[in-house]
């Protein structure tokens, strides 16, 4: 199937990206969701705000799909992620990946996302309690 | 020649703007760009000393030469949590 990407300020839909990649062969479906946390680097963050390079991170995540794809011979994938405000455990991004067997399901969902934050221009803003700061690294 | 040059994140911010449109001169490189925005806006100097760059949405080094009509964007380092380290 072709994999399925979005980015979108509305809030992120699991359940309809865990049917999108099922299928008959498919033994194992493995969901990553990033969430909004209520603290970072001893503050206490009130919401965050996403902003992303919409027409170079499409691209990005392509290339980091057909490489998870052509690493583990997955080929059922879903990538979301919001951007805009959100507020504290609010999804911010979901990695869906289903194949035949769980093993690399698992490894091609943790390397989407681990190289996904660290080359896709997407960044994000904590507003904590006491200032605000975009977050790097 | 143009290029039109789109600010992200911390780089809109202290612009104050989403992109601008620079006349440069033919065979300017994305580090003279560099120089020029840092006589603009002196307080970018530490972002832009983290920053990688993209011409026509993709990553390209700093000593590439731009083109009419290219879109050059300094991506700031993105928030990249903490992945685990290197394993075999």
């Known amino acids: ?137 | 020649m143009k290029i039109r040059i789109r600010y992200f994140a911390s780089l809109r911010e202290v612009t104050g703007q989403n992109e601008e449109t620079l006349t440069v001169p033919e065979g300017s490189t994305i580090a003279n760009i560099r120089t020029l925005l840092l006589d603009h806006y002196p307080p970018l100097r530490p972002i832009l000393e983290r920053c990688l760059c993209a011409v026509n949405r993709a990553y390209v080094q700093p000593e590439t030469e731009l083109h009419e009509g290219d879109e050059l964007v300094f991506i700031p380092p993105m928030g990249g949590g903490q992945p685990r380290r290197k394993h075999v």
């Open chain 1, 1 to 137: 199937m072709n994999p399925i990407i979005q980015l979108t300020r509305e809030p992120l839909k699991r359940d309809e990206l865990v049917a999108a990649v099922s299928d008959p062969t498919v033994g194992g479906i493995v969901v990553f969701e990033g969430v909004v946390r209520n603290h970072a680097r001893g503050k206490q963050v009130r919401y965050l705000e996403y902003e992303v390079y919409e027409e170079m991170a499409y691209p990005q995540i392509q290339q980091i799909i057909q490489e998870a794809s052509k690493r583990w011979g997955v080929d059922r994938i879903a990538v979301a992620h919001r951007f805009g405000r959100l507020e504290i455990g609010e999804a911010s991004v979901i990695i869906v990946v289903a194949s035949p067997h769980r093993a690399e399901a698992f490894e091609a969902c943790r390397y989407i996302i681990d190289t996904l934050k660290t080359t896709v221009p997407i960044w994000k803003k904590e507003v904590a309690t006491d200032g605000e700061a975009w977050v790097e690294g």
